[in-house]
């Protein structure tokens, strides 16, 4: 009867230890499949920063260009070349 109760005794540890590798396991596996989620929405970020960096980097090629600074220089500073006259409307355009 001694050695039934050992065997019982064995069987129980063996399960208790069985079920804690499979719930060590089933929760890694949550774990790795929250971390990949992360992952690619990380990528995604990645790669629309990066897009968004060589959006900005042509507009700063831009910004030296001739044309640009001399369309600055008409909008926002009112300037003009040499024999141009700058025409205003004195009306309002609200309808």
Known sequence: MAEKRK???RHLLLLFF????MFTLVSQ???IAELARKDAELEA???A???EREELKKEISL????EYIEGIAR???GLVKPGEYIIKSSRSSKR
């Not at 069985?18 to 590798?21: A, D, E, K, Q, V």
């Open 7 to 9: 065997l019982r005794i």
């Open 18 to 21: 069985l079920i804690y590798i």
């Open 29 to 31: 596996q949550f774990k």
């Open 45 to 47: 970020e990645k790669t």
């Open 49 to 51: 920063l990066l897009q």
């Open 63 to 66: 910004l030296h260009t001739d």
């Open 75 to 77: 909008d926002e500073l």
